[in-house]
């Protein structure tokens, strides 16, 4: 409408000009009295087009404007995506000085490798290895990290291996408790925790008391941190009590790893 409307005065003002640009003496004619009503058909058809063009160059502004938000929107999520690329790396750095400092004190034969994929299922407890038989790998191996021990190799191909977790209820590890020396078997529950079992009842063990690997496996090195007991019962009956055990590791967050290629030299011996 506002469109039609301006089309209106400016075909109007045409008219007028039109009329009063006829060569007529000023003080006669149609000139003389057509100018008052002329003047203010100018006036509202300047005004009107001087509101297009405002509105014109405003949208043309705004249009540059949008254009140079989307850009700097596109600047600002490249700068977010690095500086996230950035803080992963630093992370990982961090993990693997960790990693690289607990390798430095112990006096075995280490291949440090990353975790690539996790069993779906809430029954089994393992995880897939980017490392294989090519570096050295084979089934029975310990699998340790900074903080205590992850599992053993149950499976290894060329390239990957797969890796049972302590927290899994098929696992075992031979274990003392640090602080008494009693010892028991660390057993998995498929949970984010394990159970000191076959410990007796005699043995004086309390919460907070850290449990290590005894060496008498087969499979893990002797001092290396399994978790910390978190409960302790004594039931009236039977020789053995119940000890929960609390892994040092945080499984949900694992992701690089150390395999450990050398097997301990105290091993059972079938008689």
């Avoid at 014109?56 to 996230?84: C, K, M, P, T």
């Avoid at 031979?174 to 998995?188: C, E, H, P, S």
Wanted: charged share 25%; with cysteine; proline share 4%.
């Amino acid at each position: 409408m506002v469109i039609v409307g301006v089309v209106v005065l400016i075909a109007i003002n045409i008219i007028a000009l039109s009329i009063t640009s006829r060569k007529r003496p000023p003080a006669y004619g149609l000139g003389h009295v057509a100018l008052p009503l002329v003047a203010p058909f100018q006036k509202a058809v300047t005004q009107s087009i001087r509101f297009l063009r405002d509105i014109w160059s405003h949208y043309f502004y705004l249009v540059g404007v949008a254009s140079e938000n989307e850009g700097l929107r596109r600047s600002i999520g490249r700068a977010v995506q690095e500086n996230n690329q950035l803080k992963e790396v630093a992370l990982s750095n961090e993990r693997l000085r960790h990693l690289l400092n607990f390798q430095k004190s112990q006096a075995v034969r280490v291949v440090s490798a990353e975790v690539i994929g996790r069993d779906p299922s809430p029954w089994f407890r393992t995880v897939i290895i980017d490392k294989g038989k090519v570096a050295g790998i084979d089934k029975g191996l310990a699998v340790v990290i900074a903080e205590g021990i992850v599992g053993q190799v149950i499976e290894a191909s060329r390239r990957n291996s797969k890796v049972l977790l302590v927290i899994d209820q098929n696992s075992s590890v031979d274990a003392l408790v640090q602080r008494t020396r009693a010892r028991g078997i660390v057993k998995g529950e498929s949970t984010e925790k394990c159970r000191l079992k076959y410990v007796l009842r005699k043995h004086d063990i309390q919460a907070g008391d850290t449990v290590v690997s005894s060496g008498l496996d087969g499979v893990f090195p002797k001092g290396l941190r399994i978790g910390r007991v978190s409960e302790v019962v004594r039931p009236n009956a039977g020789i053995f009590q119940d000890v929960a055990i609390t892994p040092y590791v945080d499984f949900e967050k694992i992701e690089e790893v150390l395999i450990i290629l050398d097997r301990p030299q105290h091993e059972f011996v079938d008689r």
